[in-house]
């Protein structure tokens, strides 16, 4: 098993739907965890880092399941210019080496 | 403040020549990682360095590959021999220490690879 999976995608909806991530991690002693978003030819970006209780900014919710090993990302009133790739991130237990999912791709269209 | 800044941010080399790539992390941050991404993959840890620490170098694909950081600071990624699978984004990330934890990394904008 992978240390982080994530369904590569894409997913393509229109412009306004909500959108949900699931990405799950095999370390279960994994402490920190994130969402980046790469753009085509650029390099990653932090999204948002998720936090035990759950966070939100703005469109954005993130949420963590510690029992079920996942992490999910809520994409509200999605933008075309949400469309991008989507990386999970988790730092695995016993390790300071942030490990990347390999993405999950999403396509706003009009 | 200035991010993570890497250099070159192309680079075209013929096979078998050696290349080097270089990082300037985010000034205070002590943790450095170098990551590779070929087309349409995801990223592939290669080497972390953590202060004045022994490096992390477990994700080196082989021993062409190797790096440095002098002074704490400015890291150096150098490929000998280059070969036409090297080809990739070269990125590099820095963060710094809270506690026992890493916070979130922050990436520089790539070198871009190409081995003719």
């Known amino acids: 098993r992978k240390e982080v999976e994530q369904d590569p995608g894409p997913f393509n909806v229109p412009e306004g739907a909500t959108v949900a991530f699931n990405c799950t991690y095999s370390?279960?002693?994994?402490?920190?965890f994130f969402w980046y978003r790469q753009d085509c030819r650029k390099e990653p970006k932090l999204l948002m880092s998720?936090?035990?209780s759950g966070n939100e900014d703005g469109r954005f919710t993130a949420q963590l399941n510690r029992a079920s090993q996942y992490i999910s990302l809520l994409i509200r009133d999605s933008k075309l210019s949400d469309s991008a790739t989507y990386l999970c991130?988790?730092?695995?237990?016993?390790?300071?080496?942030?490990?990347f999912g390999r993405g999950t791709s999403l396509i706003v269209h009009p | 403040g200035a991010g993570v800044s890497q250099s070159p941010s192309n680079k075209v080399t013929e096979k078998g020549k050696d290349v080097e790539l270089r990082c300037d992390p985010i000034s205070g941050h002590t943790a450095l990682y170098w990551y590779r991404q070929s087309l349409g993959q995801g990223l592939e840890f290669l080497i972390y360095?953590?202060?004045?620490?022994?490096?992390?170098k477990s994700g080196l694909p082989s021993d062409r590959f190797s790096a440095e950081r002098t002074g704490g600071s400015v890291s150096t990624l150098t490929i000998q021999r280059t070969q036409q699978e090297d080809s990739a984004v070269y990125l590099c990330?820095?963060?710094?220490?809270?506690?026992?934890?890493?916070?979130?990394?922050?990436f520089g904008q790539g070198t871009r690879l190409t081995v003719v």
């Open positions: 360095f953590q202060g004045n620490s022994a490096p992390d």
């Open positions: 370390n279960s002693a994994s402490q920190s």
């Open positions: 990330a820095s963060s710094y220490r809270s506690g026992r934890l890493n916070t979130e990394a922050f």
């Open positions: 998720v936090y035990s």
């Open positions: 991130v988790v730092n695995p237990g016993g390790s300071y080496i942030p490990t």
